[in-house]
Nanobody, 124 residues
């Protein structure tokens, strides 16, 4: 089992920044890939960023490429999502997920464990 707890969400104006954190604990928490997903009201959950177990490989969705940065600190069992130049369309509940393997993937079926989510609201 892997437990994931997100933090850092909140309300920010368009153009601002937020940094989300996800603290992981449990079995193999530092050797899985990690991903950040989001779900806006009325929309399906989508992966916005993924990182391999050692941080060497990262992937981003097109809408966030160049604005968001995923990183991890395995010594602290924590993964981060730095979000810059935020837009109102980034408003969503953001979820951290732990992958089934060490390799980064943008596919939801590649993840077994999920956090409870943190709300990010970007005002115009």
């Amino acid at each position: 089992q892997v437990q994931l707890v997100e933090s850092g969400g909140g309300l920010v104006q368009a153009g601002g920044s937020l940094r989300l954190s996800c603290a992981a604990s449990g079995r193999s928490s530092s050797t899985n890939a990690k991903g950040w997903f989001r779900q806006a009201p009325g929309k399906e959950r989508e992966c916005v960023a993924s990182i391999s177990w050692n941080g060497a490989t990262t992937y981003y969705s097109d809408p966030v490429q160049g604005r968001f940065t995923i990183s991890r600190d395995n010594a602290k069992n924590t993964v981060y999502l730095q979000m810059d130049s935020l837009k109102p369309e980034d408003t969503a509940v953001y979820y951290c997920a732990a992958g089934r393997s060490p390799f980064a993937t943008m596919f939801e079926n590649g993840y077994d464990y999920w956090g409870q989510g943190t709300q990010v609201t970007v005002s115009s």
